[in-house]
């Protein structure tokens, strides 16, 4: 059986249709201060003219919901309609504020009501887990209102770096606990008759990803349930490897049907994501029909490729769609790419990238970065140029390093939760300031900018000794 696309319901987000009756949406997320208003504008026409379709924009505080409309207004009056999205985290009022600006608005259930994470092994009696759900619908209802008052969409949004310790005390760091988080809130808006919901349940690492948003899809099933989904690698990097990752994991999905609307988080300018994500969706059809060729064909543990590309990265992000789902799911454990025009050496090195893409084998560094938004406190690309030429420097004398995980944030509100697919992290604390981890704990905190670079080399070098 051919490529087939899952069926859902529409939501309308401004003038824009998600849903499996509309072609698969491209989006992207301001890097922005969301108070500056100017460069708002400027980099969300950029996103817009790169064929972006909704630009989302971090809200942490009032001021910055509230801002929100001079952003629209600016937009609207130089002829750009594209739907804006406030994405909101750790205070629920914000997202009231921001439904009433916004065509819509994302909360993440890991932090929307349930207290900041210890990281600490909680327990909670069946009653005290049945009054933090009370509290949820008693919080998340009013809200509803609002959005169903206004014509506001939601996003429902899950993050596998950001569960609540309420979720994980019952399910652990697993894809049946990302799975409950977003059904808790998917049933009360079910109860309430709010069908205006897009859903996206996300992680850096590609494997847990794919098995989290195909459970997902499963229990809403079971449960009666199509609401349209956003796919993405949170979390993915930049540059090849960035792209890369993002193809294996999304790729897998749109291959199987699954997948309304998608976003390519790179650590880059965020309209250089939307020209990738548009090749994604370009490649569906081929790249599910190849698969399904792939698969047949598997041999001594072997996926065998041939491709006739011309373009190096169009070949990169082929490649890793085609086969994701194959290694994700462990059908086979070793890659060979075909193709002419390209050295037997650079194939080998993208069939090794695509290989650690999908978790089956580690022969590099991976950093484990985020895109950036306007919580970042520090300049992000060229931080992640220091933290790649420090740790290629040091991989010279010590070859551990050339294969550890490397976690860097902009914040924390996914940064110390993604720590624990990271050997070590870099988070950014505060204007000028930084925290470093080890997994999920932090190491020092607070630390000049300056001086966090080296001091987390030293400290991954005194580790890895001790």
Same mark, same amino acid.
């Given at each position: 059986?051919?490529?087939?696309?899952?069926?859902?319901?529409?939501?309308?987000?401004?003038?824009?249709?998600?849903?499996?009756?509309?072609?698969?949406?491209?989006?992207?997320?301001?890097?922005?201060?969301?108070?500056?208003?100017?460069?708002?504008?400027?980099?969300?026409?950029?996103?817009?003219?790169?064929?972006?379709?909704?630009?989302?924009?971090?809200?942490?505080?009032?001021?910055?919901?509230?801002?929100?409309?001079?952003?629209?207004?600016?937009?609207?009056?130089?002829?750009?309609?594209?739907?804006?999205?406030?994405?909101?985290?750790?205070?629920?009022?914000?997202?009231?504020?921001?439904?009433?600006?916004?065509?819509?608005?994302?909360?993440?259930?890991?932090?929307?009501?349930?207290?900041?994470?210890?990281?600490?092994?909680?327990?909670?009696?069946? !009653?005290? #887990?049945? +009054?933090?759900?009370?509290?949820?619908? %008693?919080?998340?209802?009013? @809200? *509803?209102? /609002? &959005?169903?008052?206004?014509?506001?969409?939601?996003?429902?949004?899950?993050?596998?770096?950001?569960?609540?310790?309420?979720?994980? !005390?019952? #399910?652990? +760091?697993?894809?049946?606990?990302?799975? %409950?988080?977003?059904?808790? @809130? *998917?049933? /009360? &808006?079910?109860?309430?008759?709010?069908?205006?919901?897009?859903?996206?349940?996300?992680?850096?690492?590609?494997?847990?990803?794919?098995?989290?948003?195909?459970?997902?899809?499963?229990?809403?099933?079971?449960?009666?349930?199509? @609401?349209?989904?956003?796919?993405?690698?949170?979390?993915?990097?930049?540059?090849?490897?960035?792209?890369?990752?993002?193809?294996?994991?999304?790729?897998?999905?749109?291959?199987?049907?699954?997948?309304?609307?998608?976003?390519?988080?790179?650590?880059?300018?965020?309209?250089?994501?939307?020209?990738?994500?548009?090749?994604?969706?370009?490649?569906?059809?081929?790249?599910?029909?190849?698969?399904?060729?792939?698969?047949?064909?598997?041999?001594?543990?072997?996926?065998?490729?041939?491709?006739?590309?011309?373009?190096?990265?169009?070949?990169?992000?082929?490649?890793?769609?085609?086969?994701?789902?194959?290694?994700?799911?462990?059908?086979?454990?070793?890659?060979?790419?075909?193709?002419?025009?390209?050295?037997?050496?650079?194939?080998?090195?993208?069939?090794?990238?695509?290989?650690?893409?999908?978790?089956?084998?580690?022969?590099?560094?991976?950093?484990?970065?985020?895109?950036?938004?306007?919580?970042?406190?520090?300049?992000?690309?060229?931080?992640?140029?220091?933290?790649?030429?420090?740790?290629?420097?040091?991989?010279?004398?010590?070859?551990?390093?050339?294969?550890?995980?490397?976690?860097?944030?902009?914040?924390?509100?996914?940064?110390?939760?993604?720590?624990?697919?990271?050997?070590?992290?870099?988070?950014?604390?505060?204007?000028?300031?930084?925290?470093?981890?080890?997994?999920?704990?932090?190491?020092?905190?607070?630390?000049?900018?300056?001086?966090?670079?080296?001091?987390?080399?030293?400290?991954?070098?005194?580790?890895?000794?001790?």
């Amino acid at each position: 059986m051919g490529y087939q696309r899952r069926k859902t319901i529409d939501v309308k987000i401004g003038d824009v249709v998600i849903g499996s009756n509309e072609p698969i949406r491209v989006q992207s997320m301001a890097n922005t201060s969301t108070m500056d208003t100017e460069g708002s504008v400027a980099q969300a026409k950029r996103i817009v003219d790169a064929g972006g379709e909704l630009v989302r924009f971090t809200t942490q505080g009032q001021r910055e919901a509230q801002n929100m409309r001079n952003i629209s207004e600016a937009l609207r009056a130089d002829g750009y309609t594209v739907p804006l999205v406030a994405d909101v985290h750790f205070n629920a009022s914000v997202a009231d504020t921001a439904a009433t600006i916004c065509e819509k608005v994302r909360i993440n259930p890991g932090n929307y009501v349930d207290p900041a994470r210890t990281f600490k092994k909680l327990e909670y009696t069946d !009653s005290e #887990y049945a +009054d933090e759900i009370k509290k949820i619908d %008693e919080r998340f209802v009013p @809200f *509803l209102n /609002i &959005c169903k008052e206004h014509h506001t969409a939601v996003r429902i949004g899950v993050n596998h770096g950001s569960l609540s310790d309420r979720i994980m !005390s019952r #399910y652990g +760091d697993t894809p049946e606990g990302m799975v %409950e988080s977003c059904m808790e @809130f *998917l049933r /009360i &808006c079910v109860r309430e008759h709010f069908s205006d919901v897009v859903i996206s349940i996300k992680a850096s690492n590609t494997v847990v990803m794919v098995r989290t948003v195909r459970l997902l899809v499963a229990q809403m099933t079971k449960e009666g349930m199509a @609401f349209p989904l956003h796919l993405g690698v949170t979390e993915a990097g930049e540059g090849e490897d960035g792209r890369i990752k993002s193809a294996v994991g999304i790729g897998a999905l749109l291959c199987e049907g699954i997948g309304d609307t998608i976003r390519v988080s790179l650590s880059e300018a965020p309209e250089r994501e939307i020209p990738v994500a548009k090749k994604l969706v370009d490649s569906i059809e081929e790249c599910a029909t190849l698969r399904e060729q792939a698969k047949n064909t598997i041999s001594d543990d072997t996926v065998t490729l041939e491709f006739h590309e011309k373009k190096w990265e169009d070949l990169q992000l082929k490649a890793a769609m085609t086969v994701g789902a194959l290694f994700i799911d462990q059908l086979a454990h070793k890659l060979v790419i075909r193709n002419d025009g390209f050295t037997e050496e650079k194939l080998t090195e993208l069939a090794d990238a695509i290989l650690q893409a999908a978790r089956i084998k580690f022969t590099k560094t991976e950093y484990i970065s985020c895109p950036g938004c306007g919580r970042t406190l520090y300049n992000l690309e060229e931080t992640i140029a220091k933290i790649r030429g420090a740790v290629s420097q040091r991989a010279q004398h010590d070859k551990r390093f050339a294969t550890l995980k490397i976690g860097i944030m902009g914040c924390i509100v996914n940064g110390p939760g993604e720590m624990a697919d990271a050997d070590y992290g870099y988070v950014g604390a505060a204007m000028g300031k930084v925290s470093l981890y080890k997994q999920k704990v932090c190491i020092e905190k607070n630390i000049p900018e300056s001086e966090a670079v080296e001091r987390l080399m030293n400290f991954i070098e005194n580790d890895l000794n001790s």
